[in-house]
């Protein structure tokens, strides 16, 4: 990949680049919807990435060419700009990514050079494996770098979560934006979404990350989880704290008979979630495949019973893959929820036959979508590598 990426640049800008940099995809292991509660999140970085082949130019236009993104000729799109203009929204679309990051960079005072990129990864858009912050990673590194400016991978992640939320529309977290920029290979990263301080922590070698995307039309995403913002923000007001996170179980329980009942569900999900996530950090440190086992089983009875944002056909995905692992391995629904993809941790020993199964019978349960299946393993984030 990182050799197309090279090899369109000199073809199409006539000389080699200078650099090519790159940042991960990323899968979350556990902690779902507790980054916007302040809680805690545990993703890996994935082995798919985003590569940006990169040269300064002499002038302050930048020009970027996307060789995954073709135009109806499948030519390569292209965007190109003055970086000292009023950026505004333009086509392609998916330059509202780098406009946004430009735009995030600008308002921190970093001084930005003229650059010619090019764009190509293997990280599935729109698969919830968070290409978009694989993007932002590698543009943020790119710039600055050629640029001559240096910035920690905390603050890159911040510029590239900016960007999302300022420029392209989308209410995310930062949780995509850190584990992309800083997590490690054979690593997890915990991520303490409040003060984002982050811990790595070890991953067994013996051990396989699949992701199934369950190729699901996700219909109600944004709107159900802005529902779930508000009832978390709801029930963070009635216990009179800044988030979810303050609350203990204990004092849940204590106040289940005045909570709204929905309210309570969803606050049990968080409350609880943030607990698991912490424990399973203690199980990978210990690698104790058992624990983590029930510990992603619990997590997904939560999403599915208590905060509900599962599907019927995310549901017996994971049920296809527990029936393969038992114990010895892992399962649960990943991201927003209402279909995208579902995690398992399991002995390669086990990769295999899970495989299998999810192939041959996952299409049978869910109206013949075909499923698309990804081994990954844990890898380094954009600044941990460098270049
Ligand atoms: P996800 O982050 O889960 O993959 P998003 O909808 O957040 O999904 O981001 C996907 C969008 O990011 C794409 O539609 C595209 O605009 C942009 N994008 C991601 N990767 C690339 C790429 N390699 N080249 C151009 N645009 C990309
Ligand atoms: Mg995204």
Redesign the pocket.
Known sequence: MEDIAKKAFARLFGHAPENVYSAP?RVNLIGEHTDYNDGFVLPTAIDFR?WVAACKRDDRIITAV????EDENGIP?VATFAIDDDLKKMD???S??LLGVVNELKKEGYKLSGANLV???N?????????????ENALVLALTDVSGEHLSGVKAALIGQAA?NNF?G?N?GVM?QMVSALGKQDYALLLDCRSLEYKLVPMPESWSILIVNSNVKRGLVDSEYNVRRQQCEAAAKFFNVDALRDVSLAQLEKNKEALDPVVYRRALHIVTENQRTLNACTALEQGDLATLSRLMEDSHKSMKNDFEITVPAIDGLVKIIKDVIGTEGGVRMT?GGFGGCVVALIPKELEAEAIRRVEEEYPKISDGLAPSIFVCRASDGAFLRGK
């Open positions: 995809g985003t996307a060789l995954d993104e799109t392609p679309p998916w509202d990514y764009i190509k990864s990280v599935p858009r729109g698969a919830g494996l968070s290409s978009s912050a694989a993007l999302e392209v989308c995310c995509d991201g």
